[in-house]
């Protein structure tokens, strides 16, 4: 089986600083997502990508950018921290054909002071 | 704008009992559905997948689709207190759909 494995686990930074998560699979899987969740609530699609250097927007990505250098690799950077912003950030590849089934790394919870 | 809206946000089930839950999209390209479940401070998992009309069964989990509606239901019949969850539904346009969008969730907790 494969694994996404999400760096840092925990970020906190200042308001307007630039921050960059990452994640990584071995499941060789071509699609790769970035999603925000806010107090356990549902997740929004910030960024995703169907290919290596491929860069799709979701609905939320304004104040993000995102980067896809290798296929198993997508890095997503908050390009101006908000006061006081708190949420998880979860990364996902997804399985080609059959279920296609997302699976999430165990994700990133970024608090800013 | 919500594409994905479930319903409801949030239900107490007695164990035992079943849990009935609800999700549409107001979307009419988007029409393949997931149903995901997410334990406290853990990941979503994926728990039924259903792209067809009609009903899917997997142990105590049945979900249904109804297309011309847009609208997927989940039910757990049996309900245990490690079904108490997030539970998310998911979709995606059926031809050539990469993007997943995802509902608000509605919260699962199965009392003793």
């Known amino acids: 089986g494969g694994i996404i494995t999400q760096t840092p686990k925990f970020l906190i930074g200042q308001e307007g600083q630039k921050l960059t998560l990452k994640c990584q699979q071995n499941?060789?899987?071509?699609?790769m997502y970035w999603y925000r969740q806010d107090s356990g609530k549902g997740l929004r699609l910030i960024y995703y990508?169907?290919?290596?250097?491929?860069?799709q927007k979701g609905d939320l990505s304004e104040g993000y950018d995102a980067s896809r250098e290798k296929k198993s690799s997508f890095s997503l950077t908050v390009t101006s921290a908000q006061k006081n912003e708190m949420a998880v950030f979860l990364c996902?590849?997804?399985?080609?054909?059959?279920?296609?089934?997302?699976?999430f790394g165990a994700g990133t919870r970024l608090s800013v002071l | 704008q919500q594409k994905v809206q479930q319903s409801p946000e949030s239900l107490i089930v007695p164990e035992g009992g079943m849990a009935s839950l609800n999700c549409t999209s107001s979307?009419?390209?988007?029409?393949y559905f997931w149903w995901y479940r997410q334990h406290s401070g853990k990941s979503p998992k994926m728990l039924m997948?259903?792209?067809?009309?009609g009903e899917k069964e997997e142990g105590r989990f049945t979900v249904h689709l109804n297309k011309a509606s847009l609208h997927t239901s989940l039910h757990i019949r049996d309900s245990q207190p490690s079904d108490s969850a997030l539970y998310l539904c998911?979709?995606?346009?059926?031809?050539?759909?990469?993007?997943?969008?995802f509902g608000t969730g509605t919260t699962v907790s199965v009392s003793p």
């Open positions: 996902a590849s997804r399985s080609p054909g059959g279920q296609n089934t997302l699976y």
């Open positions: 499941f060789n899987h071509d699609t």
């Open positions: 990508s169907i290919t290596e250097n491929d860069l």
């Open positions: 979307d009419r390209n988007v029409d």
């Open positions: 997948s259903i792209f067809s009309n």
């Open positions: 998911a979709a995606s346009k059926s031809q050539g759909g990469r993007a997943l969008i």
